[in-house]
């Protein structure tokens, strides 16, 4: 699915932490759409709650092109404290593209490009990928 939109609308308060939580009629493109825009716009309003939507068996690698090797934590709690060290601030996405794709066990993987921008800077170019199990 080709998409070019900036992220900024309402997100709700309760976010669905496992795919399998969702209806069966639901398909992944459907799945993946609603929680790009869900993502991306929590973490613009309020990305001090963004770890809300990884589980204690989640892991988040996050780096840039001059990183040799990006720090992977794991955990809710881990990935709360990472976050918050990133300082986003005013955080501005551009998504460009977004693919879903079912996996085995009725999971999804949501793959995201785009472009971010924070605290005003100029925007980066962009590659986040999710599964949910």
């Not at 399998?20 to 993502?39: A, K, M």
């Not at 794991?74 to 693919?99: M, W, Y």
Request: charged residues 20%; aromatic residues 8%.
């Amino acid at each position: 699915m080709k998409m070019e939109q900036v992220i900024g609308s309402a997100v709700p308060d309760v976010i669905p932490a496992k795919a399998t939580n969702l209806p069966d009629n639901l398909s992944p493109q459907c799945i993946g759409r609603e929680f790009v825009r869900c993502y991306y716009t929590l973490l613009h309003d309020n990305p001090n709650k963004l770890h809300r939507f990884y589980l204690d068996q989640s892991t988040f690698v996050h780096g840039n092109q001059t990183d040799e090797t990006a720090e992977c934590v794991s955990g809710q709690r881990a990935i709360h404290e990472k976050i918050l060290s990133l300082n986003f601030v005013d955080c501005r996405t551009k998504i460009k593209h977004v693919d879903s794709q079912p996996t085995i066990d009725n999971g999804v993987v949501v793959q995201v490009s785009g472009e971010l921008s924070n605290a005003g800077n100029v925007p980066r170019r962009f590659m986040q990928t999710f599964v949910w199990v």
